[in-house]
């Protein structure tokens, strides 16, 4: 027999449910309304501090961190944990939006304002409401979960324009192409949407890029 998972039953404890998600909505916004300009940065939990791409999201948060952006990233480790430790170390300030997982996700120490959410969907919306500016290091289909997400809300004008960077050309080189020769040949997406992504590898160059558009 196949294995099956149970969604939770929502009829019988549904209107307790909305008070839990209403819960986490106050919390949220309680917690990030004075985080001042920031930058949401997503990526994948698995990497280790040796892996090159952990040390390029230190050193991007870093410098956001040091031209006065708040970090946000999912609290956990990998990605997230190497840009909370780069905001931390340069003195900057950083949230931490954690995640309740049966397995993977665990709180890292080096964020300043530390959530912990249950429903995916809250914890996006603060990724988005308080972000001045996306930056997607390599990651699985967490990471791209959130960027569509972004992309979309940019794309049908539910959010306000703001930079959407895709970090490592090799890694989301493949992408770009797919998006280009399938995507926009195809007449799926139209040619002003190609503006919504930008492809960058250098750090200083992500932050100028960053603080050209986000005035402050």
Request: net charge negative.
């Amino acid at each position: 027999m196949e294995k099956q998972f149970v969604i939770d039953d929502f009829k019988m404890w549904e209107s307790w449910r909305l008070f839990k998600i209403m819960g986490e909505f106050v919390d949220g916004v309680e917690a990030l309304h004075d985080l001042g300009p920031a930058v949401s940065i997503f990526g994948s939990a698995r990497m280790t501090p040796e892996d090159p791409i952990y040390q390029k999201t230190e050193k991007i948060a870093g410098l956001f961190a040091e031209n006065n952006f708040a970090v946000i990233t999912g609290g956990g480790g990998g990605v997230m944990e190497a840009a909370n430790k780069g905001a931390a170390e340069a003195g900057g300030t950083s949230a931490g939006l954690n995640i309740h997982l049966p397995f993977e996700q665990k709180p890292n120490s080096y964020a300043n304002i530390c959530l912990e959410f249950k429903y995916f969907f809250i914890r996006k919306v603060m990724f988005i409401k308080y972000a001045t500016a996306f930056i997607a290091m390599p990651g699985g289909f967490g990471t791209l979960d959130e960027l569509f997400e972004v992309v979309t809300l940019v794309q049908t004008h539910r959010i306000r324009p703001m930079p959407i960077i895709l970090v490592d050309s090799r890694f989301w080189g493949g992408l770009k192409e797919w998006i280009e020769n399938r995507l926009l040949a195809d007449e799926r997406v139209s040619p002003q949407d190609m503006d919504i992504l930008h492809f960058m590898d250098d750090p200083e160059e992500i932050v100028n890029f960053v603080k050209k558009v986000v005035i402050f």
